[in-house]
């Protein structure tokens, strides 16, 4: 290799490091090193001594508790979501819609996915709160009071109707690709076989989509367990979910202790840190169907 050839292959190298060079600083600044200072600050105390019973706090009733509300919100939103966006994607890529309606529904969940924090809050308190929009109208118009059967948007039932406004687009986007990699062929070779539609879903089809709608599913769990812009502007401390007491605890309420926070927060990163893992592998095994 000459060396003008060397030398052009050495300058393509820097560009492209150029290149990838923003996105590894905003990495490193804002997810690596934050991350590392929350692992090591859930081992030590205030004054700066090696302690194991920030962990250990964590195994308290009142902590335990707000894991558990948490991970129930976080399933009941991502099966919401799961069930109710396949069916949608289902509709638009199998369901023989006309092309508009795709079109339109990809570019709303494109952005319903991202919608989210205090406008949403404000969003499903002016809907359906106690003076909202559709409660008002539900109880003037048809004589239907919503709030006397016992819903109330600041509950976990609440948060979780919320939470699946933007579960449902998000489990659109990442499954609609997954139902557009169902070859044609499949479903011809199985007609030709004899099998019927229920035989083609159950035996050709769903262990196909299988990998993509479980990993989908844990995206999403990962993906409302640790949303707390929403749950604080919604419900502020009357739901006892660990992102609201991790943030008055690192914030400061009646209790401080801004390192049981960090182990808080440690506990989170392990819960949603596994559910990426499973999402990833379970991505890798489904896309070795759409190559």
């Known amino acids: 290799m000459s060396t003008a050839s060397s030398s052009f292959i050495d300058r393509r190298t820097v560009v492209d490091w150029l290149g990838v060079a923003p996105f590894m600083i905003f990495a490193l600044m804002f997810l690596i ?7 090591v600050g859930a081992f030590f105390t205030p004054e700066g001594t090696f302690t194991f019973k920030n962990i250990a706090d964590l195994f308290t009733p009142t902590i335990l508790s707000a894991y558990w509300i948490s991970i129930k919100v976080s399933f009941a939103s991502s099966l919401g979501g799961a069930i109710i966006g396949f069916a949608l994607a289902w509709a638009i890529v199998l369901g023989g819609l006309p092309s508009w309606i795709r079109s339109s529904l990809l570019t709303f969940s494109g952005v319903a996915s ?5 406008p949403l809050a404000f969003a499903f308190i002016a809907t359906l709160g106690r003076t909202g929009l559709v409660t008002v109208f539900m109880r003037d118009w048809f004589g239907f009071n919503l709030y006397s059967t016992g819903f109330n948007l600041l509950s976990f039932v609440g948060l979780t109707l919320t939470y699946m406004f933007f579960q449902i687009p998000l489990m659109v986007l990442i499954l609609t690709p997954a139902l557009d990699g169902l070859k044609k062929e499949w479903r011809e070779a199985s007609e030709i076989l004899g099998a ?21 599913s844990l995206l999403l769990f990962a993906n409302a367990f640790g949303a707390i812009a929403t749950a604080y502007a919604l419900t502020g401390s009357s739901l006892n979910i660990v992102p609201i007491l991790l943030y008055a605890q690192i914030r400061g309420d009646v209790l401080h202790n801004p390192n049981l926070g960090y182990a808080l927060a440690l506990g989170m990163i ?8 499973l999402y990833i592998w379970l991505r890798m095994r489904a896309e070795r169907w759409q190559k």
């Open 33 to 39: 090193v934050p991350t590392f200072y929350l692992v």
């Open 196 to 216: 019927s539609t229920w035989q083609y879903w159950r035996m050709v089809a769903m262990p196909i989509l299988w990998p993509s709608l479980l990993g989908t």
């Open 114 to 118: 991202n919608f989210a924090g205090v």
């Open 270 to 277: 392990v819960i949603t840190g596994a559910s990426n893992v």
